[in-house]
């Protein structure tokens, strides 16, 4: 049951990273912040990659930084450079 779940989560974060490419302004700040709540669940409740949440924060961070939400883009950038710090020499893709 909780593969079913997790391939399910999984597949709807693929949507919606496809729906994203077609949004833009506070649309795709929106579909950023869901892709974060999914990624979220993948990597602290289903035990998935935690690059997935780095990739979301950098994600999300982006968005706001286009809109010209700064201090929004900077907390999110800021969390995604932690995670990524402390997964740096583990996953060659982090560097």
């Known amino acids: 049951m ?3 779940i ?5 597949e ?3 949507a919606l990273e496809e729906f994203a ?3 833009e302004g506070e649309g795709l700040i ?3 912040i869901q892709q974060l709540a999914l990624s979220k669940l993948l990597v602290n409740v289903h035990k998935k990659d935690l690059f997935l949440l780095v990739t979301a924060y950098t994600r999300l961070g982006e968005s706001y930084l286009s809109n010209k939400y700064f201090e929004q883009a900077l ?6 450079l ?6 740096f020499g583990r996953l060659e893709i982090t560097k």
């Open 12 to 14: 709807r974060n693929k």
């Open 21 to 23: 490419l077609a949004q």
């Open 2 to 4: 909780d593969f079913k």
């Open 6 to 10: 997790c391939g399910e989560l999984d």
């Open 82 to 87: 932690k995670l990524n710090s402390s997964l």
């Open 30 to 32: 929106q579909v950023r």
């Open 75 to 80: 907390d999110h950038l800021t969390s995604a």
